[in-house]
Structures are given as structure tokens and as C-alpha cells.
């Protein structure tokens, strides 16, 4: 709990390690979030189109840049599972979440495993059910993760009041 300090008439706010434990979380929550989803509408949006638009290079440019930014989507995926179980953890044993709070956490996060089960390359491999939709459905579900994220992270300072 952050605490006010008063010295010679001034007062400040110390903040103790778990709360800055908690902002180290959202921060390098927040920060996966952008890489994975950058890169996903960046896929969508400028490298795929350039396959239908008869660029000659155009395969092996995406492929070659698929192979390069897949470290990053492993490693943006590793730490999006890694920051938010130990955030929701956080949020539902505090008690004070309401019925709302647990229903939005819940899609969010189901949302957020289908995109990572549908982005998952041996899944990819195994079926093509979605055909050329799934890059559009995964960074659908993708921003669903993140706009209920942004949502949640709203209204939890009002349940703390
Ligand atoms: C595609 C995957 C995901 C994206 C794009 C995403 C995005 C976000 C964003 C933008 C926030 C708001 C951060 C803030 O403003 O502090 C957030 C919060 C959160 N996320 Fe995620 N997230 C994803 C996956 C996950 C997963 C897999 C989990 C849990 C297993 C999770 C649990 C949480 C929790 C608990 C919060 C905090 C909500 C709060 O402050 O009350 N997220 N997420």
C-alpha cells in the first residue's frame, strides 16, 4: 500500500516493492502486447498483400521475414503467458474483483490462448480449417485480448477505491 511521507511540511508517496513488483508486470505486459500484435497487423495489413499484388519477390520477402520476426512472436508470447498469469493471480485473490471484472478476465484470456493456439506453427501445420482468414482471425482475437486488457487495467483502480 503506498504510504504518505511528511517532511518539514511536504508529503510524498512512497511506493512499497510488491506495487512496484505489480507496474513491472503491466509494463512488460504491455510491452509483449505491442511486438505480438505489431507484428501480426503488420503482417496482415503490408507483407501478405503483397503476394496477391504480383510482387515477383514477394513469397520469398515474406518468408524470409516470418523467419526473422518468429523469435520475437515466441519470445513476445512467452512473456505475454509469463507477466499475465501472475497479473490475474494478483487480481482474483484480492478478493475484490467483481462478477464483471472475472467475466471480461476470462475472454480476454480465452481469447488470448485461441490467438496463440491459432499463431502456434505446428498447430498451422496440422490443419488448415481457417484457410486465408486465420492471419485476420488471429490478430482479431489478438486485439480483443488487448482492448479487454486495456478495459480491465481501467477499471481495477476503481475497484481498489
Ligand atoms: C494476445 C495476447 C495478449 C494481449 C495482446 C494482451 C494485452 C494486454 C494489455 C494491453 C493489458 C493492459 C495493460 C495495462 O494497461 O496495464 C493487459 C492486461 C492484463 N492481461 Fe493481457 N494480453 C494478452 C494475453 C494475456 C494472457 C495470456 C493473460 C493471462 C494468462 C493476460 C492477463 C492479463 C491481466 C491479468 C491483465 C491486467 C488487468 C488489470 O490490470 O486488471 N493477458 N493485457
Given at each position: 500500500m503506498a504510504r504518505v511521507a511528511c517532511e518539514k511540511g511536504k508529503c510524498g508517496r512512497t511506493v512499497d516493492p510488491a506495487t512496484v513488483l505489480r507496474i513491472g508486470l503491466r509494463l512488460l505486459h504491455t510491452?509483449?502486447?505491442?511486438?505480438?500484435?505489431?507484428?501480426?497487423?503488420?503482417?496482415?495489413?503490408?507483407?501478405?498483400?503483397l503476394r496477391s499484388q504480383g510482387v515477383d519477390a514477394a513469397p520469398a520477402?515474406?518468408?524470409a521475414a516470418q523467419r526473422r520476426?518468429?523469435?520475437w512472436a515466441s519470445a513476445s508470447t512467452l512473456l505475454l503467458l509469463a507477466t499475465g498469469?501472475?497479473?490475474?493471480?494478483?487480481?482474483l485473490a484480492d478478493g475484490r474483483g467483481t462478477a464483471t471484472y472475472v467475466l471480461l478476465l476470462a475472454l480476454k484470456v480465452g481469447a488470448a490462448v485461441?490467438?496463440?493456439?491459432?499463431?502456434?506453427?505446428?498447430?498451422?501445420?496440422?490443419?488448415?480449417r481457417?484457410?486465408?482468414?486465420?492471419?485476420?482471425?488471429i490478430v482479431a482475437l489478438g486485439s480483443l485480448a488487448y482492448l479487454?486488457?486495456?478495459?480491465?487495467?481501467?477499471?481495477?483502480?476503481?475497484l481498489q477505491r
Open positions: 510491452a509483449a502486447a505491442v511486438v505480438w500484435l505489431g507484428g501480426g497487423v503488420y503482417y496482415v495489413l503490408a507483407l501478405r498483400p520477402v515474406i518468408a520476426f518468429a523469435r498469469v501472475p497479473l490475474m493471480f494478483d487480481r485461441a490467438a496463440f493456439w491459432l499463431a502456434w506453427p505446428l498447430a498451422r501445420r496440422r490443419t488448415n481457417f484457410g486465408d482468414a486465420r492471419p485476420w482471425l479487454l486488457g486495456v478495459v480491465l487495467a481501467t477499471l481495477y483502480p476503481v
